[in-house]
């Protein structure tokens, strides 16, 4: 039996902005825009690899809060639960990005995200704008 691959990501937001990464590999997806995250290791929690990600690709300690949605489907076997999350500790810096950037509800649909985040945008569309 098959089962999906479970990605972690984190919907950072902070002073009324969330944090786009734009991705730098591999190539089909270079350039696009997503949630910061990735895979959560064998036995690891999915809360604990998306605190491990946010350490290695951004250099923060962040503290997760409500989960967004359900299982997002990301294609090829791979399915996607995200946080939002807020900044404890550090300055996000591009470590495995190309760019990062902070938008605000007005500029999310400035930068080409990346198919599969579309509809979690949305859903966090909703909450910056509720405040």
């Known amino acids: 039996m098959l089962t999906d691959v479970l990605v972690v990501g984190a919907a950072i937001v902070q002073g009324g902005r969330l944090l786009a990464a734009q991705r730098a590999e591999p190539p089909e997806l270079a350039g696009g825009w997503e949630f910061p995250g990735g895979k959560v290791d064998p036995g690891e929690h999915e809360v604990d690899a998306l605190v491990r990600e946010c350490e290695e690709e951004l250099g923060v300690v962040v503290r997760p809060g409500h989960r967004v949605g359900g299982d997002w489907p990301l294609g090829s076997g791979y399915i996607m639960r995200v946080w939002l ?28 995200w990346l198919p599969a985040d579309l509809p979690i945008v949305r859903a966090v569309e909703d909450f910056l704008r509720e405040g």
């Open 85 to 112: 999350a807020e900044i404890v500790t550090g300055v996000p810096e591009p470590r495995e990005h190309l760019e990062l950037r902070w938008l605000s509800a007005d500029e999310l649909y400035g930068v080409p």
